[in-house]
C-alpha cells in the first residue's frame, strides 16, 4: 500500500470517527489511540524489560483494524528519562511516565500525584512454594506437547504470540515455558485480569467490614438519595450492572476508540471522578454492561477505605494480598490522580498471577488464614444474570447457563471452571475439579475465540493431569 493511500485510510478513519460522535468526542479519539499505545509500550519496556518494537508490533497485531493509525504515529522512547511519547500525525499527544515501584501513568499536562513508596509491613509469605528457582520442566510426555502446541505459530495471521504458560497443580508447578526473553520473574501486563484483583481487595474490605456488598456503594459524588445514581451497590460495580452510560469494554480494536469508557483512561487524570460523574444509561441492577468505569470506581473505594491517599491502598494490597501470597514481582500502576488503575494496568510475572489464582483454588485460604470472606470465592464465580459471555463478581465464569459458558463447557473446559480474562489473550484459569491454576500471557486476537490456542491448552492439560494421576493410582 502507498504511503499516499495509508494517508487516506487513516484519515477517513479519523474523519468517520468524528462523524459518529460529534466534534466534542471525536478530538479525544487520537488521544485515546495514542494513550492506549504509549502507556503498553512504556509498562512492558521499562516494567518487563521487553523490545519495544517487537511489542508494538505484537501487541497491534493482535488488535484489528488498528494498523490503520498506528502505522502513522511517531513513537519515541527515552530510555534516559524512561518515559515514551507517542503522537498520531503530530496530534493527539499521549506522554508515560515511568516511576521506580510504580510503574507508568499517562501524564496529561497537569502532572502526576506524588506517590511515596510503601515501606514497611514485609511479612513470611503464607502460600508455600511452588516452585524452586529454576524454570519447571513439563512434568510428562503429554503436557510437553500441550506447551508445544500452545508455543507454536500458526502459518499465517493471526499468530498467538505466547508469552509465558505455567501450570500448577494442588500448588506446585508441573509445567512451566517462556517466549524468548521472559522468564519467571518477568512482570507481564494482566490487562482485566486486574479486575479480578480489585474483586478480591474489595473482598478483603468486606471481611473487615469497611465495605459492604449491598446498600448504596459510599461514592460520595452519588450519595444524595434523590440521585437515581445512589442506589448502585459494590456487587453491581463488580458485576457490571450498576448501568453506568460508559460505552463496552468488551473490544480491543479500532472501534474501541468510540467508546466514551476509553477517553475516560487515556484522556483523563482522575478515572474515578470522570467515571462517577457520568449518568446513567439503565437502572441500576436491570442490565448487564462490562466496562471498566465499574471497576475503577472500585479501585477509588478501596482507596478511600484502606486510608485515602495512594500509598495506602498500595500498602494495604501488599500487606493483605501479595504478601500473604508471596507475590514479590507485582505492580500495581496508578492514574495520574494516584489511585490504583484496576480495570487493566496491573503487572506481575506468571508465577506470580498463579499465585494469585492458587488463592482462589484455596477457597481463599493461605497457610491456615483466611483472605477472602468465606463464601467469596463461590460468590465470585456465581453467574451474573443476563452476562452473555459468562462472568461473575470479578471473575468469568463456567457457571449457569450464558452462551459463553456453554461455548467453553463444549469446548473441553470443566464445568467448575473460573478465571481472570486479560484482553488480547491474558488467562489465570482455576478448576477446582483438577486442582489445576493454569496461567497463559501473550498476545492473540480476541476474535476468533479460538486464535489463542486456550481451548486446546486447556483441554491438554485437564487430559495430561488426569491421565497421570491414573497412572499413579495404578502404580
Known amino acids: 500500500m502507498t504511503p499516499r493511500r495509508k494517508i487516506i485510510l487513516a484519515t477517513t478513519a479519523i474523519a468517520c470517527v468524528g ?36 511489542d508494538l508490533a505484537e501487541t497491534t497485531d493482535a488488535m484489528p483494524g488498528t494498523s490503520l493509525l498506528t502505522w502513522a504515529m511517531n513513537l519515541q522512547i527515552d530510555r ?18 515511568y516511576r521506580e515501584g510504580l510503574g507508568c501513568t499517562l501524564e496529561h ?38 506447551l508445544d502446541r500452545a508455543f507454536a505459530e500458526p502459518a499465517q495471521l493471526p ?24 522468564g519467571p520473574e518477568t512482570q507481564l501486563l494482566g490487562f482485566s485480569m486486574t479486575k479480578s484483583v480489585i474483586s478480591a481487595l474489595s473482598g478483603i474490605l468486606v471481611r473487615q467490614g469497611k465495605l459492604k456488598l449491598n446498600g448504596p456503594a459510599p461514592v460520595a459524588a452519588w450519595q444524595d438519595p434523590d440521585d437515581p445514581r445512589h442506589a448502585i451497590t459494590v456487587d453491581q460495580l463488580l458485576r457490571h450492572t450498576a448501568g ?52 475503577i470506581i472500585l479501585s477509588h473505594l478501596i482507596r478511600d477505605a484502606s486510608g485515602g491517599k495512594p500509598a495506602d491502598a498500595l500498602r494495604f494490597a501488599r500487606r493483605e494480598l501479595f504478601g500473604p501470597l508471596g507475590m514479590t514481582n507485582v505492580t500495581l500502576q496508578l492514574d495520574a ?23 482462589y483454588l484455596n477457597d481463599g485460604v493461605v497457610g491456615g488464614k483466611r483472605i477472602l470472606p468465606e463464601g467469596w470465592v463461590n460468590y465470585s464465580a456465581s453467574a451474573t444474570p443476563n452476562a452473555w459471555v459468562g462472568i461473575g463478581a470479578g471473575f468469568w465464569t463456567n457457571q449457569g447457563d450464558s452462551f459463553g459458558a456453554k461455548f467453553r463447557v463444549e469446548h473441553g473446559w470443566p464445568r467448575d471452571a473460573f478465571f481472570a480474562k486479560g484482553t488480547i489473550g491474558q488467562y489465570t484459569i482455576v478448576i ?24 486446546d491448552l486447556v483441554r491438554d492439560v485437564v487430559a495430561a493431569t488426569r491421565e497421570k494421576g491414573k497412572l499413579a493410582g495404578a502404580n
Not at 19 to 41: E, Q, S
Not at 339 to 355: F, N
Request: hydrophobic share 40%.
Open 19 to 54: 462523524l459518529a460522535l460529534g466534534a466534542a468526542r471525536a478530538r479525544d479519539v487520537p488521544k485515546v489511540a495514542t494513550g492506549f499505545i504509549a502507556h503498553t509500550i512504556c509498562s512492558e519496556t521499562f516494567v518487563s524489560g521487553l523490545d519495544p518494537m517487537r
Open 80 to 97: 534516559a528519562r524512561k518515559d515514551v511519547t507517542v503522537t498520531l500525525f503530530g496530534i493527539g499527544r499521549s506522554h508515560a511516565v
Open 109 to 146: 499536562g497537569q502532572g502526576i500525584a506524588d506517590v511515596p513508596l510503601p515501606t514497611g509491613d514485609n511479612q513470611a509469605a503464607l502460600l508455600p512454594e511452588i516452585a524452586g528457582p529454576g524454570i519447571v520442566p513439563p512434568q510428562s510426555e503429554a503436557l510437553s506437547a500441550a
Open 159 to 182: 499468530y498467538r504470540y505466547t508469552r509465558a504458560i505455567v501450570v500448577m497443580r494442588a500448588g506446585r508447578i508441573i509445567a512451566e515455558r517462556y517466549a524468548d526473553g521472559i
Open 244 to 295: 453506568i452510560a460508559l460505552g463496552s469494554s468488551l473490544q480491543a480494536s479500532l472501534g474501541s476508540v468510540l467508546e466514551p469508557v476509553n477517553t475516560m483512561k487515556y484522556a483523563e487524570d482522575d478515572m474515578a471522578n470522570y467515571a462517577e460523574r457520568v449518568p446513567l444509561a439503565t437502572a441500576p441492577g436491570t442490565a448487564w454492561n462490562y466496562h471498566d468505569g465499574n471497576t
Open 337 to 359: 490522580s494516584g489511585t490504583i488503575e484496576g480495570a487493566g494496568e496491573m503487572m506481575a510475572s506468571a508465577r506470580d498471577w498463579a499465585r494469585f489464582g492458587q488463592l
Open 432 to 455: 477446582p475439579s483438577d486442582q489445576l491454576v493454569i496461567v497463559r500471557l501473550g498476545r492473540s486476537p480476541n476474535w476468533p475465540p479460538e486464535a489463542d490456542g486456550v481451548f
